[in-house]
């Protein structure tokens, strides 16, 4: 029961991109097209699990046992650039299209701060490594749905007739406060 609760809280109740505010460029940036959308969502959340489960053991079977808790900034930064890098190598290898796509933002998910956010909320409750999995795997999902949910509503957008002041950025931003205030409805579920 702890697990589901573990889930659900990182992937609707405190959701990284609409209630903690981490992962805001991948956000605003990627979210134009669904598929596009969900294909970072997805290399997100693939990055986040590795990243944690990576992350929990340098920090837990290396950092802790030797006393260099100091060093983990540094470890989980290391750990993430890593994993990205390995991931922009693979989907550059298997799908070159989904590579353009994904452009700029692909290398980014290095700095995405969602990412060392997760590592070190994990670390902070204290989680084990099966509590760390779910997590990762929640807030993965809810980067995801965030995304998702964004460019779906961005693509409705562009055959409406916007005003002219709310076009581009403006009317991003409104959307992406109006999420928020909608995701903040899950507060209440746990």
Same mark, same amino acid.
């Given at each position: 029961?702890?697990?589901?609760?573990? #889930?659900?809280?990182?992937?609707?109740?405190?959701?990284?991109?609409?209630?903690?505010?981490?992962?805001?460029?991948?956000? +605003?940036?990627?979210?134009?097209?669904?598929?596009?959308?969900?294909?970072?969502?997805?290399?997100?959340?693939?990055?986040? +699990?590795?990243?944690?489960?990576?992350?929990?053991?340098?920090?837990?079977?290396?950092? +802790?046992? #030797?006393?260099?808790?100091?060093?983990?900034?540094?470890?989980?930064?290391?750990?993430?650039?890593?994993?990205?890098?390995? +991931?922009?190598?693979?989907?550059?290898?298997?799908?070159?299209?989904?590579?353009?796509?994904?452009?700029?933002?692909?290398?980014?998910?290095?700095?995405?701060?969602?990412?060392?956010?997760?590592?070190?909320?994990?670390?902070?409750?204290?989680?084990?490594?099966?509590?760390?999995? #779910?997590?990762?795997?929640?807030?993965?999902?809810?980067?995801?749905?965030?995304? =998702?949910?964004?460019?779906?509503?961005?693509?409705?957008?562009?055959?409406?007739? =916007?005003?002219?002041?709310?076009?581009?950025?403006?009317?991003?931003?409104?959307?992406?406060?109006?999420?928020?205030?909608?995701?903040?409805? #899950?507060?209440?579920?746990?």
């Amino acid at each position: 029961m702890n697990l589901l609760i573990i #889930f659900i809280s990182a992937a609707l109740i405190n959701n990284f991109v609409l209630s903690q505010f981490l992962g805001i460029c991948p956000f +605003v940036g990627v979210s134009k097209k669904i598929d596009s959308a969900f294909s970072m969502g997805i290399a997100v959340t693939f990055v986040m +699990v590795i990243a944690a489960m990576v992350t929990w053991l340098i920090y837990h079977l290396i950092l +802790v046992p #030797f006393r260099l808790e100091i060093l983990e900034y540094v470890a989980f930064i290391l750990v993430i650039a890593s994993l990205v890098q390995l +991931v922009e190598m693979f989907i550059r290898k298997v799908s070159k299209p989904l590579y353009d796509a994904l452009g700029i933002f692909l290398p980014l998910i290095t700095t995405n701060c969602a990412i060392l956010g997760l590592a070190l909320n994990a670390v902070l409750n204290d989680y084990n490594f099966t509590e760390t999995l #779910f997590y990762a795997i929640g807030a993965g999902l809810g980067f995801t749905l965030a995304l =998702v949910i964004m460019a779906g509503i961005r693509e409705e957008l562009e055959l409406v007739d =916007v005003p002219h002041s709310f076009r581009g950025a403006a009317i991003t931003m409104v959307i992406a406060g109006s999420l928020a205030l909608a995701f903040m409805g #899950f507060a209440g579920l746990i």
